[in-house]
Every structure is written in C-alpha cells, then in structure tokens.
C-alpha cells in the first residue's frame, strides 16, 4: 500500500458523533470529492435509519446500522472504519472489524483502552493486514482526497495550512495538536503535506513511526518527510535502522520533543502516556543525536523546526524534485445553513420533468415505452426496476383484488356515503377505513404468519398447533362459498402465473401442503385469494434478491395491505361512481333488519 487514502476512499463511522462527521462532509465539499468520504454510521442505540447532514448548501442522508456486520455488508467497499468507541468498548469494535474483514484501515480515538488488551488489537491487526491508527489519535489526512473526522480542525484552518490539496511533505507525529500546528508550519515555510499521520499518544500504538514512512517512502506524492517524536520509547531508533539499511532515502526531518526533561532530577511524564523515559536512549536528547548521526536533519531545537523544513525544501525545490503547484479549484460552504423538514427519496418535481426514482415520467406514461402501473408502483415504492414477470404479477394482484361486489364493508360504506350526497374523495376514504385486519389484512397476515412457519422450518402439523397456541385464525385460509369441489378461479390463476414465471415458488409449495391438512378436516379451509397473495409476494422479493430481514420490514410496515388497497380504490370509486350516476337517494337501513334490545333504563 502506498497511500493510506485516495479520494474514492470511504468509511464507515462507529458511534453518530455528528460533529466529525460534519467536519468530515465539509472537507469532502470543500474538495470536490464525487462521493462523501461516510458511507454509513454506526449506531446501536439509536432507532433512526439515517442521519441527515448538510452536503455544501443541500443536505444529504447517510444511512445508520445496528452493527458493524450490517454497514459492511450495506457497503462493501467501504475499507476504512472510523473507531469513535469509548475506551471500553473501542477493543472490541477493533477485533470485530479485524474478523469481519475487508477493512483496510482502523483509526482509534479512544484513549486509556488497558496496555494488555490494545497489544493484542495492535498484533491481531497487523496480522491481518489492517493498519491501526491510534489507539489516542486524532486520525490522518491524505489532503485533497480523504481526512478523519476533525484532524486539521476548521475549514479554515484547514485551507490556511493548504491541507485541502496535495503537498510534497509526508508528516508523521505522535501529538495531534501538533500535528495541526506542524502542518501550518510546513504550509508557511513549504508547500505543505502530501499525508500525515497521527498515530496516537498511547503506550502501544497500531502503526508505529517505521510503518508510516516505509509507506511514505514509497508514496511517489511525498518528497520529503518530518517526524516529530517524543521523549520515552525507542521507534525512532526503527527509523534510523531503516535509513541504514537504506530501506528509507528521501530526506527526512525529525525532532523529538521533551529535552527539556534533562533539567528535572527525576523522570518525567509528559502529556502522552508513552511520553517518559525509562532509559537513557529514550530521553528526547539522546534520540536527536542518535538521529543526527545517520544524516537525518535535526534542528537545534523546537523553534529552530521551521528554518530546517524551508532549507530542505528550497533544496529539494532547487534540484527539481518539487515543483510548484497549481492550486484548485474549491467549493466554499455556506456560513448559514438551514435543515429541511421532508425529504423525498422516491420522486423528483425539479427540472423540466418530474421523475419516478431517477426516470421521467414520459419514459413508463404511454403505451409505446412498455411500461405498465407494476413498473410505477416498483419505482415508486420499492425504488427498483423490476423484471417483468414481477411487474406482471404486481397488476396481476391489484387487478384481482379491485372488487368484491357491493356487500362487503368497504363498498357499503363507500355507496352509503355517496348517497348522502358526499363527494368521490369522502365517499373513498369511509370505504378504506374499513380496510384493516379483517377486511383486507389477511393479506399481512397470511405472508407474516406463513413465512415465520416456513423460515422456522415447522410442519404443518406443528404450523396448525403454533396458530391455537397464539389463538389467531389462520389468515388466507378458508372461504364461506369456494372449496376443494368449487375452487377459486382467482386463487387458481394466481398460482398458475407463479408457476410458469416465478423462479421459485417455496413458500407457495409449503402453504399447498398446510393446504392438504386443513381441507382434510373441511372442504372449505382453502388458501384464499388473501393468503395466495400474500405467500405469492413473499415468493417474489425473495426471487428479486431481497434479504429476510427486507420481507419482513415490508410485511411489518404494511406494504401488501397497500396492494390491496390500491386495487380495491378501483373498485370502490367504481360503487360510488355507480350511485351517482344513478342518482341514489338518502340511505336508510330498513327497520326490520335490526334487532332491537331496548330495556328501560334503571334509575340509580
């Protein structure tokens, strides 16, 4: 690997910690990046499916998972994953991103995670191949492609340290406060970093100094690096191995800070938790010299760093090695930003033609695109294009369920009250009230209940004793006039449809034999046109690739009652259009067809 982060690359962030994610979306606006740099958040606790954030001056919607296994597999490219965690919680989102797998990279914020546990983070990482960034980071930066969450601070700062383009510095530091601040010192006295890393302030930290700048060195964009370490541990001392054995030949800068640490009789311990020297060879003095031997240039001191960065570079410069750079164009973010209230996700009105998911409407209206109301009504509430045995299917169902004469409820209601001299729309809406569970809801009922049977692989004996336990009726079984002797020819066309287009018909198969049982009791407990539908639908995504737990939530959200409700409007505009134009007057149930029970009231 020799970049950490190209400008395609995108993460998954664990924990909605909206501000970095905010921060994030800016610099990723600021750029130009085609996509945004999260693809996903992940969230446990929190109910909501997404997360709005603002994209420039519009807003865009991230998607939230309960896990890291669903964000994953939502976005399977998204080879970066973005460890917000607290400190006893970060360890275990590491190794389960590590087991998941396909995860290039892993930064880590929390600080404190114990020494003992973030070792073995650390070398089942390495082990795998994934870089750790962290633990007690603030992140990295490859400028004008990709940045964690708030390193480099504001946008503002960010574009004074020219962080928004590429540079010719690679930057590797322990600090992520300094690391903001050498980043505006190399952008004043050069032209600023090509990428950098912070890689935490932690005693045991994933990605060491050496793992950096053995990348950095193969990075064709860095042309020079600084390191700034610190007083305790011995990585640099990997670094100037690595130049003697000529494993690392680009001039390189490095200071350790926390020489002042000689002038206190005792050790001292600095902010960071490996900042303190055990030895002699980890005192910050002993490590500058020890780096000066082997050529590497090393500042007089702290404030002397700037000076040495603006020599190496004007060398650099002067033997054609950098060249300078153009800078970019860049999008500036508004300063007032107002959130929307709605959001449409499935039709757009803007333009010169509205569209249905993505397509002009003149491109499914007339006949000679092709298009039917199944594809409409695929586009409009699944937001696919489906195939056309499916969307055969789908006008196949609304067309059966349009009507079912004018006894039911819903057509009573819908002609009652249009002979009270309502209007279409009135007279409708009191005909779909009466949709629900036992007008129309068999439909829900028979694909939730049938599905749980089949996916929990029960007999239909043991379907049949499931259904007393739970005292509910089996949905979509049974009919008051059609039987084994006088079948449904509705129920009989469905079921042939699905067996000569459908690519596989189990649950259909499975509920054909429940059927055989309960018609060996009664000739009538057949599996009606509700329950056909239902099953049929549950045939049908899981033939268009739709995940268990996607049937379920359509289930759940009442999406085959919608079925039924678009095709029985048909029917009950049709009653109500029927009176109408028949001039019906005032309804009045007869007397005679009610029971009247009126006792005289007692008097208390």
Known sequence: MTKLFTKDTQAIFWN???????????????????????????????????EKFFWGPDEIMVPLFKSTADAKK???????????????????????????????????????????????MNNTARTNGVTVIGPATVGAIAPGAFKIANIGGTIENIVQSKLHRCG???????????????????????????????????RFVGSVFIDNMLRMEKNPEVKYMVLLGEVGGTEEYKIIDAIKAGQITKPVIAWCIGTIAKHFSSGVQFGHAGASANADAETAAAKNKAMAEVGIYVPASFNDLPNKIAEVYNELKAKGIVTEITEPDMNTCP?????????????????????????????????????????????????????KWATDFIETVIKTVADHGPAVSGAHNAKVTARAGKSVVESLVTGLLTIGPRFGGAIDGAAEYFKYADDNKLTPADFLNHMKKVGVPIPGIGHRIKSLKNPDLRVEGLKKYAKEHFPSTSLLDYALTVE??????????????????????????????????DINEFISSGTLNAFFIVGRSIGFIGHVLDEKRLAMPMYRHPMDDILYDVQVADKI
């Open 335 to 387: 300063t007032v930003r107002k959130s929307k209230e709605f959001i449409c996700t499935i039709s757009d009105d803007r333009g010169d033609e509205a569209t249905y998911a993505g397509f002009p409407i003149s491109s499914l209206a007339t006949p000679d695109t092709g298009k039917g109301i199944g594809d409409v009504v695929s586009l409009l509430w699944f937001k696919k294009q489906y195939p």
């Open 516 to 549: 055989q049982l309960t018609t060996s009791k009664k000739e009538n407990l057949i599996l009606n046109v509700d329950g056909t539908i239902g099953i049929l639908m549950v045939d049908m995504w899981r033939a268009l690739g739709y995940s268990e737990e």
């Open 168 to 202: 010719s510095c690679g930057l590797v530091t322990r600090s992520g406060g300094l690391f903001n601040e050498l980043s505006n010192i190399i952008a004043i006295n050069a032209d600023g970093i090509a990428e950098g890393v912070a890689i935490g302030g932690d």
């Open 16 to 50: 909605n910690n909206t501000t970095a994610i905010q921060r994030m979306l800016d610099y990723d606006y600021t750029i130009k990046r085609a996509k945004p740099s999260v693809a996903a958040i992940v969230a446990p606790t929190s109910g909501n499916k997404f």
């Open 74 to 120: 939502a976005f399977p490219h998204a080879d970066a994953l973005l460890n917000f965690a607290s400190f006893r919680t970060a360890y275990d989102v590491t190794m389960e991103a590590v087991e998941i797998g396909g995860f290039k990279t892993v930064m880590v914020t929390a600080e404190g995670i114990p020494e003992r546990l973030a070792r073995k």
